[in-house]
């Protein structure tokens, strides 16, 4: 038992000096970042998530009415309280007739990169309408 709880002290001190990251890191990771931001705004601008020509950005320029600081909150069309990937795939389903992306779909989380980055500063606020 203090054994365990040793280890889990040394882990936490070890995770703690992890928090320390170099400029080159930080650098690196948002270039990570920017670019999986910069594919969701190439395929929110594209129909290739859907099969009748339509584009997130012809209803939502810019991720316009996208709204992700609101998240997680009562969605109407799916009655209950969703997250925005839900959403995003009731659009893909909905306006865009096409099939759902997985959660894990690295063309889910670059679609949830643009929207979030084009929201960036704005206070959360969940469950707000
Ligand atoms: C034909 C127009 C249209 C297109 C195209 C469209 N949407 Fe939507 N979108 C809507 C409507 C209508 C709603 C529901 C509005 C509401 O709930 O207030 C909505 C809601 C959303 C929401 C939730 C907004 C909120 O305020 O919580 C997200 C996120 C979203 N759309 C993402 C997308 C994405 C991503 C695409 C492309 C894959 C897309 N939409 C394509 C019309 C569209």
Redesign the pocket.
Known sequence: MRLFAVAVLASCALSAAGDEFTEQELERWAQHFEDVAQQGRD??TSPE??TNG???????PN?A????E??P?F???LGRVAQ??E??????R???E?TDLAVDDPRMTA?LAY?HKERRGVELDPGK?
């Open positions: 395929l929110w998530l859907g339509v584009a997130c950005a012809q209803c939502h991720a009415n996208t709204h992700p609101t998240y909150k969605q109407k069309q925005m990937w959403m995003v795939n009731w659009c893909i909905n306006p865009l096409g679609l929207a309408h």
